[in-house]
């Protein structure tokens, strides 16, 4: 996947192609660079699943992974190749047979990933941020991953066996209209792939957000309490949750992402306000020093050194 972002960078840079609105190579580079972050988050993830069965399984489910990922990309620039659209296209039998093939693999790709989460969920990881973020990462890019399905369902005057293409990205307008730069989502209507982009990132970003906590731990005595970390994780898990339940019910409506109405408005201040209540109970959950206060002596044990 690394070596197909290349190819693909050529093709946008000497291929003036357009196909729906956005130049022809655009979509199979974003699959490219989608992959390539999937797949070694994966692959990181999976080694915290203890040695012995667990990780043999997880070995089968990861190569799943990477198979279907290797069958729906060669489908993708095999089309573009061909100056066809891939998602969606029942133009020609062939088409259609290629396409049907990009559904079921996706399913699998999408099982896998879920018997991933499953041993996540059973691991014993020493961490409980680490861990909290991990489940509620892979398990967010699950809910990412499942909003491609409803771009496959018929949009107005579209009908299956008749319209030579039957699903859309976009919602109220059709697909190839005015869109945002780099992304090509819709700025006219509501975008599913904005809340299947968000979720699918979960996987990393809510990770990352350990690992930034863990950097700043020794400058920030508060940070250096587990108990004080795992609250935050949670904090950013639930806000990541309720923005990607936002951005999917924006986008159901038919609404821009960068013109949001007012109860649009309404749910993000409800959610920045929650995001902010919570951040300040956990960082009051400790002292000064990081010594963790709601739990008298009963926690002391739990408490690291802050010097």
């Not at 690394?2 to 093709?11: E, F, I, K, N, S």
């Not at 100056?83 to 559904?103: C, I, V, W």
Request: net charge positive; aromatic share 8%.
């Amino acid at each position: 996947m690394v070596l197909l972002t290349v190819v693909c960078a050529g093709g946008l840079l000497f291929d003036d192609r357009v196909l729906v609105g956005s130049p022809i190579w655009f979509k199979p580079f974003k699959f490219a660079v989608s992959f390539v972050a999937y797949g070694l988050s994966l692959a990181w993830l999976l080694s915290h699943v203890p040695p012995g069965r667990a990780r043999r399984v997880g070995w089968w489910a990861g190569s799943v992974v990477a198979a279907t990922g290797v069958i729906e990309i060669v489908i993708i620039v095999g089309q573009v190749v061909r100056g066809k659209r891939s998602h969606f296209n029942h133009e020609t039998p062939f088409d259609e047979a290629l396409y049907n093939t990009m559904a079921v693999t996706v399913v699998i790709l999408w099982l896998a990933t879920l018997a991933i989460a499953v041993l996540l969920l059973r691991a014993r990881i020493a961490d409980r941020a680490s861990a909290w973020a991990m489940r509620s990462g892979i398990a967010l890019a699950l809910a990412g991953a499942a909003v491609g399905f409803l771009m496959t369902q018929p949009a107005p005057g579209q009908q299956r066996g008749v319209s030579k293409v039957v699903g859309a990205h976009s919602v109220g307008v059709p697909d190839g209209g005015p869109s945002m730069p780099l992304t090509s989502w819709s700025t006219t209507g509501g975008d599913l792939r904005i809340p299947h982009f968000f979720g699918m990132h979960a996987l990393q970003l809510l990770p990352l957000a350990v690992m930034v906590l863990m950097a700043l731990a020794p400058r920030l005595p508060r940070l250096r309490t587990e108990r004080v970390r795992l609250r935050l994780v949670q904090v950013a898990s639930a806000t990541y949750a309720a923005v990607f339940a936002l951005v999917t019910w924006q986008a159901l409506r038919g609404q821009p992402l960068l013109r949001p109405d007012g109860a649009t408005l309404a749910a993000a201040g409800l959610v920045l306000a929650g995001t902010a209540a919570g951040v300040w109970a956990a960082l009051r959950s400790a002292g000064p020093a990081g010594r963790v206060v709601d739990g008298g002596a009963r926690h002391g044990a739990e408490t690291e050194p802050t010097a």
